[in-house]
């Protein structure tokens, strides 16, 4: 009979540990106790694939083409001299916008920047714009970033990407993130010409390669470099 009972609190115990750690996994494979100055969000992410280009069988999502990105962001920067947190640094995490912003409040960071691709029943549709919440807090940052974006050499053809003006969104990651953040909706990942540079890169007139995450990761660099001066 003790026996029965010290086993039945070993399983007891070991059933909490597990529920902790199912409620601390998410935060656990983010910058977790990290401080900065800022805060990348990659979009969507875990069950969650956010926007996804059917031509390529799936294989072309934004969860895995944000993280890409937020990446070689995050590299740029730190060679710049930023420190940046990360909500997310893996494919396998769900995160919801209450986990992102609470995470992002943690960091005691500058700026948040939110990083997406959009999508459209049209495969030939693509544009870049970014999202703000509140007009005091984040419309400036909105407003930078997006004048950076729209340097984005066009997929489809010569000359930059087509523009839409930033506008107010209703996200809880801007409208409860202590600092000025933006959600940037780079392009359009269900264009196929979009989708093509994403997955093949794309050889320039010199004869190299250029990924077209290198090149969002290099525009977003450039617009968080003007609005928040290298520390």
């Given amino acids: 009979m003790y026996m029965s009972k010290r ?7 070991a059933v909490m540990a597990a529920l902790m750690v199912a409620m601390t996994g998410v935060a656990s494979a983010q910058d977790e106790g990290c401080k900065g100055d800022i ?41 710049d001299g930023y420190k940046v947190c990360m909500t ?6 769900t995160l919801s916008n209450n986990e992102r912003y609470t995470y992002a409040n943690t960091t005691g960071a500058r700026v948040l920047v939110s990083i997406h691709m959009n999508g459209s029943s049209s495969s030939t549709a693509d544009y870049t714009t970014t999202l703000f919440g509140k007009w005091r807090k984040d419309k400036a940052l909105a407003n930078t970033m997006f004048q950076s974006l729209s340097t984005l050499p066009s997929a489809s053809g010569p000359g930059t990407i087509a523009t839409k003006t930033p506008y107010s969104f209703a996200s809880g990651v801007l409208l ?10 780079t392009v359009f990942i269900t264009s196929n010409k979009e989708a093509e540079w994403l ?5 320039m007139p010199d004869g190299t390669v250029v990924s077209r ?8 660099e450039a617009g968080i470099r003007s609005y928040l001066p290298t520390p």
Avoid at 7 to 12: D, P, S
Avoid at 199 to 203: N, P, V
């Fill in 88 to 93: 997310r640094t893996t494919n396998e995490e």
């Fill in 7 to 13: 086993l039945a609190l070993v399983l007891a115990g």
């Fill in 213 to 220: 995450q290198h090149q969002i990761a290099q525009k977003l």
């Fill in 176 to 185: 409860k993130s202590n600092m000025p953040a933006t959600i940037a909706e």
């Fill in 39 to 79: 805060v990348l969000d990659p979009g969507h992410g875990g069950t969650d694939p956010g926007a996804v280009n059917n031509t390529y069988d799936g294989l072309i999502t934004e969860k895995a083409e944000t993280l890409k990105v937020a990446l070689d962001l995050k590299d740029l920067l730190i060679k």
């Fill in 199 to 203: 997955r093949d890169g794309r050889k």
